[in-house]
């Protein structure tokens, strides 16, 4: 049981460059979620899925674009890269009580720098 | 909106107590506590529906007061494995809610 695993690791793009950010899950979450960390701000959503083939903006959306075609899989798409998308972004999913999110299980994260 | 943690920092020797604050200006269905340690990824510790109750992981409880919009995380003879930065995570009511996390709260034990 991997649990959330997302790929790559570590990455360094240019500016105006596209890049694409893999999370899966072997739980059978119906939630899941994209977040960005940057220092002294906290864990800020960036886009999120109630389930297969749907998607929802968060706090942060601007700048990216998300898809989740499969139940285990959420894609993080960043067209054009900016220095202000330096981050470490962490993917997440959800177990559900009712309707209510419950138990969020992080994957390791993926540190990016936009040169 | 972002619920607002206090404090911001804390230095603590091993064996004493701490607490930390979550306040939030909407009504809230529930409360999330996580902590993340340095170069690692949040882990859950426990989360606080409406109704005040409280709930404990190991020597970490907290409590949730709904009526004022706040919960505390309650840490009592604290180990050097404490260190980290807590996060609470705030939630809505009314059908599915994102769930909206502080800037957190490093707490760092010293021997």
């Known amino acids: 049981n991997a649990g959330v695993t997302q790929t790559p690791k570590f990455r360094v793009l240019k500016t105006g460059q596209s890049m694409t950010l893999l999370c899966a899950q072997d739980m059978n979450h119906e939630y899941m979620y994209w977040y960005r960390q940057d220092p002294g701000m906290g864990l800020r959503l960036i886009h999120y899925?109630?389930?297969?083939?749907?998607?929802a903006k968060g706090e942060v959306p601007d700048g990216y674009n998300v898809s989740r075609l499969k139940k285990q899989n959420f894609l993080l798409g960043l067209e054009s890269a900016a220095p202000s998308q330096t981050s470490v972004y962490f993917c997440?999913?959800?177990?559900?009580?009712?309707?209510?999110?419950?138990?969020?299980?992080f994957g390791p994260g993926t540190r990016l720098t936009v040169t | 909106q972002q619920p607002v943690q206090s404090p911001q920092a804390v230095i603590l020797r091993e064996g004493e107590d701490a607490v930390i604050n979550c306040s939030s200006s909407?009504?809230?269905?529930?409360v999330h506590w996580y902590r993340q340690k340095h170069g690692e990824a949040p882990v859950f510790l426990m989360i606080l529906l409406k109704g005040g109750e409280q709930k404990g992981h190991e020597k970490i409880s907290a409590s949730f007061n709904e009526k004022k919009q706040q919960s505390s995380l309650y840490l009592t003879a604290s180990q050097l494995s404490y260190s980290g930065t807590y996060f609470c995570?705030?939630?809505?009511?009314?059908?599915?809610?994102?769930?909206?996390f502080g800037i957190g709260t490093k707490l760092q034990v010293i021997p």
């Open positions: 995570g705030t939630e809505g009511a009314g059908g599915y809610q994102k769930v909206t």
């Open positions: 997440a999913s959800s177990t559900l009580r009712g309707e209510k999110s419950y138990e969020q299980y």
């Open positions: 909407k009504a809230l269905y529930s």
């Open positions: 899925s109630v389930g297969e083939g749907t998607t």
